[in-house]
């Protein structure tokens, strides 16, 4: 009887950066809350049960992510692939630690803009009322600035994928699914009878990774040049 999924050799540290939809299949559907896994022949020891956490955003956060990325290698190698396909999403497995973490920051920029109410095409100034404006100063509003100079520097269909990013990051249950946003923006296309969980299972099937996850790793290494290309022309205005 064929195995679920493919043997993985896990020789080395488990990363978020070596850990590929190439070498990473995505394997059975688990319980949300299935008990921490413990090696049968070692007592159970405080760094070997794996963080218990429901996540409701695309990607784990950074900090739980590295949390469970070093629980898992207290385990024996035999063990950690799997524990690396139940405990991990879909998305943080495609992702390199530097996508994940630029998608988190735009994404954390982005709600903080919203909130500030700042000029889309002007990093130094921030609506402070309907009729007065006041410069960004200090510290505390540099990430703002930042963004804003990574925004013009982006086409208009990458701000729109980013967008819809940024809501399934910032308020999941109100944005659009995977599924939606790749019809949306015609990464597939709609079929009469076909579902999103039909969709879906048939990636599990056929060992496919979705395709908005490949759009959003697309869009993860643009934002990583983006941020060293406007830290880069920051530098150079000091």
């Known amino acids: 009887m064929p195995k679920p999924w493919r043997e993985i050799p896990m020789k080395r540290k488990v990363t978020v950066a070596n850990i590929t939809p190439g070498r990473v299949a995505v394997g059975r559907a688990v319980k949300k809350k299935a008990p921490a896994v413990v090696p049968d022949d070692a007592p159970e020891q405080p760094d070997r049960v794996l963080p218990q956490v429901e996540i409701k955003t695309p990607i784990t956060p950074k900090a739980v992510r590295e ?32 996508e994940a973490e630029a998608l988190e920051r735009y994404a954390s920029d982005e709600e ?86 039909k969709f879906n299972e048939s990636l599990k099937r056929a060992d496919r990774v979705h ?11 643009l934002l990583i040049s983006l941020y060293a290309l406007v830290e880069k022309q920051r530098k150079a205005r000091r």
């Open 67 to 98: 949390q469970i990325l070093s629980a898992i290698n207290a385990f024996p190698e035999g063990k950690r692939a799997a524990l690396v396909r139940h405990r991990l999403k879909p998305l943080d497995r495609l992702l390199s630690s530097e």
């Open 112 to 197: 903080n803009f919203e909130k500030a109410n700042i000029s889309r095409y002007d990093p130094d100034q921030v609506d402070t009322s309907a009729t007065n404006r006041a410069h960004i100063e200090g510290v505390r509003h540099e990430a703002l600035a930042r963004h804003t100079a990574v925004m013009v520097q982006l086409s208009t269909a990458s701000r729109q994928r980013l967008h819809v990013w940024c809501q399934q990051m910032n308020a999941p249950h109100e944005a659009l699914s995977d599924y939606a946003a790749a019809v949306k923006f015609k990464l597939i296309e709609a079929k009469p009878g076909i579902d999103e969980v």
């Open 211 to 221: 395709p908005w996850h490949i759009q959003i790793s697309s869009l993860g290494r």
